[in-house]
């Protein structure tokens, strides 16, 4: 069974640029999540999705950060602009709604 | 929401010893509690899971509890081995929403 996909792997952008991370989820799976994880830190969540439509978002900062997962499957995080403080990994996640989260390499990314 | 708080943040034993990380969770209404780890540069990796229905859990050399009157649950792990070394993190899931501790570095000296 393939994994959860994510790219690009490594992303270095400077401050007030724009970067967009892609994730695929694991075939089947209503359930995608995406979280930031900040160096020494555990995940925090941003968005969670059930198909395409947003569960919460409570946290993802909206002035700068948006989301998408059009047709309910591969999904899409951009940051416009980036600052400083936006360095970390960014994971995506999926699940089949049980609980299990499965885990994408993640994408890190600098903000110089 | 759900607060999940994890401790130590780090431990350091020996081979052999056995080492303990708490969480406690604020959501009475957590119903699934799984373990992470994640080696450097690498992506979370379930390692066991318990759920509220389950009082305790154990799978070879690791094992999960919990005390849901508490809003506690812990992992233990035995006879640890350098190649546990890792930074575990524990979560609290309820309705879709999984929520993550801080995370424990764990440090097997040889």
């Known amino acids: 069974e393939a994994g959860v996909a994510q790219s690009p792997r490594y992303k270095i952008i400077e401050k007030r640029q724009s970067v967009a991370f892609w994730c695929n989820p694991i075939?089947?799976?209503?359930?995608l999540y995406w979280y930031q994880q900040i160096l020494g830190q555990g995940p925090k969540l941003l968005i969670q999705?059930?198909?395409?439509?947003?569960?919460?978002d409570s946290q993802l900062p909206k002035d700068r950060f948006s989301a998408e997962r059009l047709k309910g499957v591969d999904s899409t995080l951009k940051i416009q602009p980036a600052k400083l403080e936006d360095s970390a990994v960014y994971l995506c996640?999926?699940?089949?709604?049980?609980?299990?989260?499965?885990f994408g390499e993640g994408s890190r990314l600098t903000v110089l | 929401g759900e607060n999940v708080e994890q401790h130590p943040s780090t431990l350091s034993v020996q081979e052999g010893d056995s080492a303990v990380i708490k969480c406690t969770y604020s959501?009475?209404?957590?119903?699934?509690f799984p373990w992470y780890k994640q080696e450097l540069g690498k992506r979370p990796q379930l390692i066991i899971d318990?759920?509220?229905?389950?009082g305790e859990k154990k799978d070879q050399r690791i094992a999960v509890t919990l005390n849901k009157t508490a809003k506690h649950f812990s992992l233990h792990i035995t006879e640890t081995q350098p190649e546990d070394s890792a930074v575990y993190f524990c979560a609290a899931y309820n309705n879709n929403d999984m929520r993550f501790g801080a995370g424990t570095r764990l440090t097997v000296k040889p």
């Open positions: 318990i759920r509220s229905n389950v």
């Open positions: 996640a999926s699940s089949l709604g049980a609980g299990e989260l499965f």
């Open positions: 959501d009475s209404a957590s119903n699934y």
């Open positions: 075939s089947g799976h209503a359930t």
């Open positions: 999705f059930q198909n395409n439509g947003v569960v919460d």
